[in-house]
């Protein structure tokens, strides 16, 4: 056999293996049976652990804006130290979204210390508490410095998904007078965890 024919005849074999290769079929011919051809099917599903906390808990997608949650007594100053509310509050209702499917879901919360001010003076986190639209999706107490005591969000379906949104709501306790300034100038951030197994 010359080269140039086992080139072609290799050639039609490798075209024709993938009709050779398609799906299942069955021909009947005559009498009152019924043909079956089968299919099969795959869905691939990754482990997923989403956790949204403000602008980003709307979809499962990153999101890098960091909200910020403000309680300003500039507008009520006779209310410092009393236990009032403040003046104006903003952003302090937060949307927040966790979504795993690999089991139960944890979340924490940690700082680095206490909310400070350009001078120096603090105010401790145990100031500031939240509360939650669900029950099945807790807030974490806030540490006064380092991790906290994580809390299980309840799952929703079976043993291993969780996709669980509410909104929590944060206060300043406001116990106790302090020195003026804006306190979280240079420190004031909680960083949330989920952890899944």
């Given at each position: 056999?010359?080269?140039?024919?086992?080139?072609k005849t290799t050639l039609a074999l490798a075209l024709a293996t993938p009709l050779l290769a398609s799906a299942e079929s069955q021909l009947i011919v005559g009498g009152t049976a019924s043909a079956?051809?089968?299919?099969?099917?795959?869905?691939?599903?990754?482990?997923?652990?989403?956790?949204?906390?403000?602008?980003?808990?709307?979809?499962?997608?990153?999101?890098?804006?960091?909200?910020?949650?403000?309680?300003?007594?500039?507008?009520?100053?006779?209310?410092?130290?009393?236990?009032?509310?403040?003046?104006?509050?903003?952003?302090?209702?937060?949307?927040?979204?966790?979504?795993?499917?690999?089991?139960?879901?944890?979340?924490?919360?940690?700082?680095?210390?206490?909310?400070?001010?350009?001078?120096?003076?603090?105010?401790?986190?145990?100031?500031?508490?939240?509360?939650?639209?669900?029950?099945?999706?807790?807030?974490?107490?806030?540490?006064?410095?380092?991790?906290?005591?994580?809390?299980?969000?309840?799952?929703?379906?079976?043993?291993?998904?969780?996709?669980?949104?509410?909104?929590?709501?944060?206060?300043?306790?406001?116990?106790?007078?302090?020195?003026?300034?804006?306190?979280?100038?240079?420190?004031?951030?909680?960083?949330?965890?989920?952890?899944?197994?």
């Amino acid at each position: 056999m010359n080269k140039a024919l086992l080139l072609k005849t290799t050639l039609a074999l490798a075209l024709a293996t993938p009709l050779l290769a398609s799906a299942e079929s069955q021909l009947i011919v005559g009498g009152t049976a019924s043909a079956v051809a089968r299919l099969d099917f795959r869905v691939v599903v990754p482990r997923v652990l989403f956790l949204g906390v403000g602008a980003g808990a709307g979809s499962l997608a990153d999101n890098a804006t960091i909200d910020t949650v403000t309680f300003d007594y500039t507008t009520n100053p006779a209310a410092v130290g009393t236990g009032a509310a403040a003046g104006a509050i903003t952003g302090n209702v937060v949307p927040v979204r966790v979504v795993g499917n690999n089991g139960q879901v944890s979340l924490a919360a940690s700082t680095t210390g206490a909310l400070t001010n350009l001078a120096g003076d603090t105010i401790p986190w145990s100031e500031i508490t939240a509360t939650t639209s669900l029950a099945a999706l807790p807030s974490p107490i806030i540490p006064n410095t380092g991790a906290g005591t994580a809390r299980d969000v309840t799952l929703s379906s079976g043993t291993k998904v969780t996709d669980r949104a509410a909104n929590w709501t944060f206060s300043y306790a406001n116990t106790a007078v302090v020195a003026p300034g804006t306190y979280g100038t240079t420190n004031g951030r909680v960083t949330y965890t989920a952890a899944m197994p």
